[in-house]
């Protein structure tokens, strides 16, 4: 399980079936707040990871035909 959503999921199938079962509530209410700690503990994690490092790659202006000296050559003819 991937998505946080599938968290979401399985916690309220979790909270139907303490609904369900009323002997094991306690078992079922237990297992959805554990299902709800792994979500936030998911969103904390992907929320904290650094930005991935971005490749510099030179502009347009950097890609030219003459880039070191900035001038363009004419033929003489």
Known sequence: MNDIADY??????CLQRARDEPENAW????????WRE???ARIRND???PPA???MTAG????????????RQTQQS
């Open 8 to 13: 979401g999921d399985m916690e309220l199938w």
């Open 27 to 34: 078992k079922w209410q237990g297992q959805a707040q554990r």
């Open 38 to 40: 792994i979500a936030h």
């Open 47 to 49: 929320f904290d990871k």
């Open 53 to 55: 490092q971005q490749q």
């Open 60 to 71: 347009p202006m950097e890609m030219g035909p003459h880039p070191v000296t900035g001038r």
